[in-house]
């Protein structure tokens, strides 16, 4: 990709603020199946107690879209570099990566298969809640997921059903980490920084959700369990584990309140030549270890706020907890708050969140490589982040 300056880049962010008020964000139709989007963000990030104050760029991606009456499709390739986290990079496209890639055919209005880079059927979805910065399940691999296979999908008004086979997660993109070069969060290659890190490659990873739909009184749920098993084969004694994950999910909504809950056991069986209490995972051009055995619990709470209000609209507030209570007595839990709201200004999409957090390896100054293992500072960390995105 042809270097960009990024104080450049951000600077464009911004005049769309200005200049371009009166003209929607759009997607460019090649033709009627056929659309080519993308969107271009900046990040603000502000954390007194790290000397942390910055407005960067922080993505520029590209999406494409394929609908006909029986084949679909979509692909999006996410591009960063040259500015906060990815400074020690010397221009954007330095970190690059798909997020996902996939095509489908559509047997009637009920039933779609995809294959391809695509997103794994588990719990609450598209996402753990509210946020988005994600929840904690994000960070242990289970949330926001792509990986390479196929999975089928059967909707109706009352139930939904799918269920894929994957070969296995992306193979790396563009980056500096050994195994820590993709989007989505997946067992990787230790990096030589990560202490106690291993070696395995996840395959034959089997995916299936089943979802009601129902009414409960004055709220419109949905209720559901979700099951994951796969093969954990480790690079350097070349024995195998396993990977188990269930987990049951509930999303509520009663007019302008929303209600996400969400309860997850993951159980993995490494066969490291060391250490079995960790399996490193790794994204974003980074990776560390996460504990073995652990339950994930995350409550989310929204409101809708309806109508314009000038230049402002599509108003949420919402809260959303997630805890990561790790199964070894010995290690400290990990916890995840986070309060915040997103609305259009225009042409321009914000989230502004107060990020709060207990060894989160994403939050304060805690321990970036072991805070889902063992462990990290072991105190509460704060950070206010802010995403503005021109999206086209």
Known sequence: ???????????????????????????????????????????????????????????????????????????????????????????????????????????NDSQQVQVGLNHIPFGLQPYFGSPFFESLGNVIGLEDIQDLGIKYIQSTPDWNLQAGYYLRPIDQGQGTSRGGRTYSTSVAKTDAYVADGSNNQERDILVGRLARNLKLGNWQSEVGASVLTSELENRDTHDSGRRNAVAVHYLGKNGPWGVQLQATRQDMTPRNPGNDQYVTFGSYDATFNVAAKGDLYVTDLSYDIAGNYGWFSGIKLYGNYSLFDKRDSAFHDSQRFILGTSFSLKDLWIAVEWLHGKNDPYIGGSSFTQSL????????????YTNIGYYF
């Open 373 to 384: 293992g063992a462990g990290g500072s072991n105190q509460w960390e704060n950070q206010l």
């Open 1 to 107: 990709m042809r270097s960009v300056n990024y104080r450049t880049v951000t600077a464009a962010v911004f005049a769309q603020l200005v200049t371009l008020y009166g003209a929607p964000a759009f997607a460019v139709a090649i033709n009627e199946n056929l659309d080519i989007g993308g969107a271009i963000r900046a990040r603000v990030d502000y954390d007194p107690d790290q000397d942390l104050e910055k407005i960067s760029f922080d993505t520029f991606f590209l999406t494409a879209t394929y609908t006909s009456s029986s084949w679909i499709g979509a692909a999006k390739y996410r591009f960063y570099g040259d500015a906060y986290p990815f400074s020690y990079t010397d221009s954007i496209g330095d970190i690059s990566f798909p997020e996902y890639a996939w095509l489908g055919y559509k047997f």
